[in-house]
């Protein structure tokens, strides 16, 4: 077992010397280690790569085992009648920016009640796919559309809506605009993961089409913020969504206009993987998510 830590820590770590320091290890006992487990399984597992170490594909493929078997051996040895406001630790959340700025402060304050020795790290979509976060345990939560979980376990938050936000002396829009009106504004549109298409983006476009609705498309941009700052100072309009259209026009000169449709919306939902789900800490911090945000 104690080789396979060793192994787990310098993959993780793509250093020996890394490893060593985190494990509380000489260096020469983390090379002695690996030599074993080269031996074990006739294969280099890590070889020099400029100044760090890069696995073989034997040691990739040996990492999911590896994470999932030490992932399960920490939940064992954890206390599982953890007290909440005990607890120490710092849970890390993925969620588009919109979600930050809805959900965050309402969270953090939360927390700050039921959890006050935990601190809380937010990071983006495009960090949680980058880092494979929810299986590598880097991350602990994720907030996204329910079509993300597949293959995860997930919990309902609620149900969102969409809505067009514009300047706020615009002048070709009031409270509402018609199909016509609305097939010849020029649109920002918002990518959130790396360019790509999202569930929610993708469910939009034919939901469109459905309803012979089209956009002229003159912006993309990767944040909803970048979107809401853009309309904001055009005549350009935006599709976001109607928690996230509130919160910007609070502080910018945004009207919010209902779109020539209904019954477009998307189920949001708390997303986690399986090697957490036992976790008893990581259990309170899903239960305050919940109960903060959900409805």
Not at 4 to 15: D, G, I, N, P
Not at 30 to 42: E, P, Q
Not at 90 to 96: G, K, Q, R, Y
Not at 103 to 115: I, Q, W, Y
Request: aromatic content about 8%.
């Amino acid at each position: 077992m104690n080789l396979f830590l060793v192994l787990y820590a310098v993959l993780k770590e793509r250093s020996a010397t890394r490893a060593a320091k985190q494990l509380n290890l000489t260096q020469s006992a983390v090379s002695n280690a690996l030599a074993r487990l080269r031996i074990a399984f006739n294969d280099p597992l890590v070889v020099r790569s400029g100044r760090g170490l890069s696995p073989t594909p034997r040691a990739i493929e040996l990492l999911p085992s590896l994470e999932s078997a030490i992932g399960h051996l920490q939940i064992a040895l954890s206390r599982h009648d953890t007290d909440p406001a005990l607890v120490r630790r710092c849970f890390t959340l993925a969620c588009a920016d919109g979600f930050q700025i809805c959900d965050v402060p309402k969270l953090v304050e939360a927390l700050s009640r039921r959890m006050p020795r935990a601190s809380l790290r937010v990071v983006s979509i495009d960090y949680l796919y980058a880092s494979n976060g929810l299986e590598s345990g880097e991350v602990d939560a994720l907030i996204a559309t329910r079509r993300a979980a597949k293959g995860l376990h997930f919990a309902e938050l609620y149900h969102e809506d969409g809505v067009l936000i514009v300047r706020r002396d615009h002048p070709q829009i009031s409270k509402r605009i018609s199909r016509e009106l609305f097939n010849s504004l020029q649109h920002v549109d918002v990518m959130i993961t790396s360019g790509q298409m999202g569930y929610t983006r993708k469910l939009y476009e034919v939901f469109l089409k459905r309803k012979r609705l089209s956009r002229q498309v003159i912006l993309t941009v990767p944040t909803f913020s970048a979107a809401a700052m853009t309309v904001a100072r055009t005549d350009y309009v935006a599709a976001i969504p109607r928690r996230v259209a509130i919160a910007f026009s609070k502080y910018l000169p945004l009207k919010l206009v209902e779109l020539p449709f209904r019954g477009f919306f998307t189920d949001v939902a708390l997303i986690w993987h399986s090697r957490t789900d036992a976790d008893p800490s990581v259990r309170h911090f899903r239960a305050t998510v919940l109960s903060t945000l959900r409805g």
